[in-house]
């Protein structure tokens, strides 16, 4: 059972990588993410050299988002998708949402980033929350 969870929790990390991957893709969102993060080619083309440390980075901090939500889920007895579904939205209400208004409040980046942002952690609680029940 113990492995069966550690299975599902990286899956569930591994799923909410993917979903940033294509939500940040430059034919989603990724384009307007840019522009409105001031990154300009020659900014990303330097980043390349860390991708994959970032991409491993980003990784684990899925793995543990959905590790959490796997420990609320069974700490408060949650054992369908209706409930997962609740979970992920209030965790992303209650955590995601007030800690990325920083963003907009203090550093006055434009609320269409805030709105991309926000809108990828929202999918990913909720398909993570979903997965972790599974």
Request: charged share 10%.
């Amino acid at each position: 059972m113990f492995i069966l969870n550690l299975l599902t929790i990286l899956f569930a990390g591994i799923i909410s990588a993917l979903i940033g991957f294509v939500w940040y893709h430059p034919r989603v969102f990724g384009g307007a993410w840019m522009r409105l993060s001031s990154l300009t080619p020659e900014v990303v083309e330097r980043g390349k050299r860390r991708m994959h440390a970032d991409e491993i980075l980003a990784l684990l901090a899925s793995i543990l988002a959905a590790f959490v939500l796997f420990s609320l889920e069974t700490k408060l007895g949650i054992y369908d998708a209706r409930g997962a579904v609740q979970l992920g939205l209030l965790a992303w209400a209650g955590f995601v949402v007030p800690a990325l208004s920083g963003t907009v409040l203090w550093e006055q980046r434009p609320i269409s980033l805030y709105i991309i942002n926000v809108g990828y952690w929202l999918v990913a609680f909720v398909t993570m929350a979903v997965i972790v029940i599974l």
